[in-house]
């Protein structure tokens, strides 16, 4: 088999997370008296996903002309986040016997999100997120920062598995995440989770579910 490992995104890949950022942003843009109209708040949501926190945030007071600081704005919308995550955040239907599979066929499995550190340690505290990967969870602390579209996360990931990318599949959700997997090297999957095709479109192979 050519495959070896497979390396997941976290947010609307392997967790049901993005209704949560989308309901974070618009509460925000409320408290900041801001109303979009319909195709606007599209728009935004569209340029934010798959982002991170830090870029999404330094593009909402960049394109809002927000006053606050990045770092309060940040500061926000996790204290906001962690309470939701709480309640609600899941997995993506199908990935527990997805991930399942993928073990019986003895492939090695990590993580490569663009999520910060204090969202990370929620999700894998209220999912257990380390019986699925191990110590394989990485985040953008880990490669100084760089964001998807970087490649940086994904060459990291294969690093740590002792992998060459190109025998690394990468499934995804944003146009962000595709390319980063795709200059990394690897053969990527993008998962229709959002219901945005078009986002999809540089994947190699495009599902609509698990």
């Known amino acids: 088999m050519k495959y070896k490992g497979i390396i997941f995104d976290m947010d609307g890949t392997i967790i049901d997370s993005t209704p949560l950022w989308q309901q974070v942003t618009r509460e925000l843009l409320a408290r900041k008296g801001i109303r979009p109209t319909p195709k606007e ?106 964001h998807k579209p970087a490649p940086d996360l994904y060459l990291h990931a294969a690093d740590k598995l002792e992998l060459d990318p190109k025998n690394c599949m990468a499934i995804e959700d944003s146009s962000l995440g595709i390319k980063a997997a795709v200059d990394a090297g690897m053969f990527c999957i993008g998962i229709n989770s959002n219901n945005n095709r078009e986002a999809l479109q540089e994947a190699h192979l495009i599902i609509d579910h698990y």
């Open 41 to 146: 708040l599209a728009e935004l949501e569209a340029e934010l996903e798959g982002i991170g926190l830090r870029p999404g945030c330094l593009i909402l007071k960049k394109e809002l002309g927000l006053r606050d600081s990045i770092e309060d704005l940040m500061r926000e919308k996790q204290e906001q986040i962690t309470l939701l995550f709480k309640k609600h955040v899941k997995f993506i239907d199908g990935f527990q016997n997805f991930h399942q599979k993928v073990m019986e066929k003895e492939l090695k499995s990590g993580i490569a999100t663009n999520a910060d550190d204090v969202t990370l340690e929620r999700a894998i505290e209220k999912l257990n997120l380390d019986k699925y990967f191990g110590e394989h969870i990485y985040n953008v602390t880990h490669v100084n920062n760089k």
